[in-house]
């Protein structure tokens, strides 16, 4: 599973190696599982009914504990040098390896203590409704046939669904596996925990709208967009850019408070269990950064897609596992990453 994991997600396999023993199985395999379903919600190249009819499939095998699922439909017929697909065949797109083992990642998943197993489905449940719900609100949806959502209340359901949700999961499986004996408030980091997906989710939405755009997505709602003097089509023109701005950094500042209660949220965990922590701060801090990133950035223009550096990505990991012990330098470390 480390392999598959390492070849999808590059950045979330370094929050895995960093995740305490006890939760990093579970947590890594969610993972993997809603990479699979994300994968057959974005496989255009098979029609929408098709999909809806294998992401159903997908959920009924997850929730009953079968594991005999075939995706053929979305597969090649061989791996680059004739053979079946592998992990070891290099050329092999990472997410055409999930859905190939997707019966190994089953049985993975019914291998698992209760009640990991259990917390595993809800999340992956909540997460298929909410790829479903996607792939039915932009059926048809192309940069010539441009699909807006309707108003906050979609975004906030769907940014939940996909996101907020692993907040709750998170934070009931490290409750059960790790923190059962600490003295917290879990019920008041479930809430924050959400808020912490949602934010990451939202961050990705705000850095990818050009791209979403020209595959005739627009997840900016219609209702507010209206009320700044636009129409979603007029976001494909990068020179509208000025217009859309002041509306633009309202959704930052919004996923920026998402993100700083995630960092409260990571500080509300106790300070001795250093590995979690570690693990929580780093998607923030990087998702902050990238908000700063794009508060100078015309992200209409697809040609220019922001994106924070491997190399700041290292010397983020090293400036938290120096200031660690520290705690006035930690504390600015989100400070920092606003700048």
């Known amino acids: ?93 990472p997410e055409l390896i999930l859905l190939w083992r997707c019966s190994e990642l089953l049985g993975a998943l019914n291998a698992l203590p209760e009640p990991d197993r259990r917390m595993v489905r809800e999340v ?3 997460i298929i409704s909410g790829q479903t719900l996607d792939l039915r609100r932009f059926a048809g949806a192309a940069a010539g046939n441009l699909i807006a959502l309707d108003s906050d ?24 596996r790790l923190l059962g004996r600490s003295r917290i408030d879990a019920s008041r980091l479930e809430e924050l925990g959400v808020r912490f997906g949602k934010g990451l989710q939202l961050v990705n939405i705000l850095r990818d709208i050009a791209v979403d755009l020209r595959n005739g997505r627009c997840y900016i709602p219609s209702d507010r967009l209206a009320r700044a003097g636009l129409k979603p089509l007029q976001l494909l023109n990068p020179d509208v850019m000025p217009m859309f701005s002041p509306l633009y950094a309202e959704y ?50 697809p040609d220019r897609r922001v994106k924070v550096s491997r190399a700041e990505v290292r ?13 006035g330098a930690w504390e600015r470390l989100f400070r920092r990453a606003q700048d």
């Not at 979690?276 to 801090?285: D, F, G, H, M, V």
């Not at 950064?289 to 950035?297: D, K």
């Open 1 to 93: 599973m480390n392999d598959v994991l390492r070849r999808v997600s590059r950045s979330f396999y370094l929050t895995m190696r960093a995740l305490p023993r006890p939760v990093r199985h579970p947590i890594g395999l969610a993972y993997l599982l809603a990479r699979t379903s994300d994968t057959i919600a974005d496989t255009e190249l098979v029609p929408a009914s098709e999909r809806l009819a294998a992401l159903q499939a997908f959920r009924e095998h997850i929730l009953q504990g079968t594991t005999g699922l075939t995706l053929e439909r979305f597969l090649p017929a061989s791996g680059a040098g004739g053979g079946a697909l592998s992990i070891q065949d290099k050329s092999c797109n």
């Open 315 to 327: 010397r983020l990991i090293a400036a938290t596992v120096w200031c660690y012990p520290f705690g």
């Open 124 to 126: 992956l449940d909540t």
């Open 252 to 301: 930052l500042d919004r996923a920026g408070g998402f993100l700083a209660d995630g960092w409260l949220y990571t500080n509300m965990l106790p300070r001795n269990h250093v590995r979690l922590r570690l693990a929580c701060a780093w998607p923030i801090l990087i998702g902050v950064r990238t908000i700063a990133m794009l508060r100078g950035a015309n992200v209409l223009d």
């Open 153 to 176: 209340d979609q975004l906030d359901d769907y940014t939940y669904r996909v996101a907020g949700c692993v907040g709750v999961f998170w934070t009931r499986l490290c409750v059960h």
